[in-house]
């Protein structure tokens, strides 16, 4: 399985294939949970057509190598499937289960991370004048659909949802950058080894 998914880098066609098929149960989820736990499941499956856009044909990585790590392997393949399985498939899936077990407005977090991903897409293209692999869906998808989001469960939920919802999505977003800083330090120290 890992060698599809990752070696022969299948996993962004599987996660396109998979969230049309998630949006395609998204009317019954929505009839039978009420809106408010259906835009928290939307969630994933928007997420996983950005995966796409992100990541097929290993752009993203390819790009982030280029642009922050000036040629070295500053994310490398095993490291961006688990970014993106565990970064937002299990939050995601943990966030519906909140919404739908505790409150709608447990499962916030669900919604803040597309727009604090949307935030890190808009930035670097403000920033560099350029597309960045993900953009568009980014734009499309994740701010409407994540505002919605974060509009419709976070009603009447008070200050505190929101603020962990919030922080959740940065910490997720500050560990990625942390994890390819650090990276990229080890990377350096290796290079200024002189050979023996």
């Known amino acids: 399985m890992w060698t599809w998914l990752v070696r022969e880098w299948q996993w962004p066609t599987a996660a396109l294939f998979a969230g049309v098929m998630l949006l395609a149960v998204l009317p ?20 996983m057509l950005h995966q796409y856009e992100e990541h097929a044909g290993d752009r993203f990585r390819r790009y982030i190598n280029a642009t922050l790590g000036g040629g070295r392997e500053a994310l490398t393949p095993g490291a961006t499937f688990w970014i993106n399985s565990l970064g937002v498939w299990a939050v995601d899936v943990l966030a519906l289960y909140l919404a739908w077990l505790v409150a709608p407005s447990a499962g916030l977090v669900a919604g803040y991370l597309p727009l604090v991903n949307a935030l890190a897409h808009i930035g670097p293209t403000v920033a560099r004048r350029e597309y960045n692999p993900g953009l568009v869906t980014a734009l499309v998808l994740f701010l409407p659909v994540g505002g919605w989001c974060v509009y419709e469960t976070g009603a009447g939920g008070g200050f505190w949802p929101h603020a962990a919802g919030l922080a959740g999505a940065v910490a997720i977003h500050a560990a990625i950058v942390g994890y390819v800083v650090r990276r990229l330090v080890r990377l350096r120290k290796s290079e200024a080894v002189p050979a023996v």
Not at 31 to 47: R, S
Request: no cysteine; proline share 10%; aromatic share 20%.
């Open 28 to 47: 019954p989820v929505a009839f039978f949970a009420g809106t408010a736990v259906a835009l928290v499941f939307a969630q994933l499956p928007i997420y």
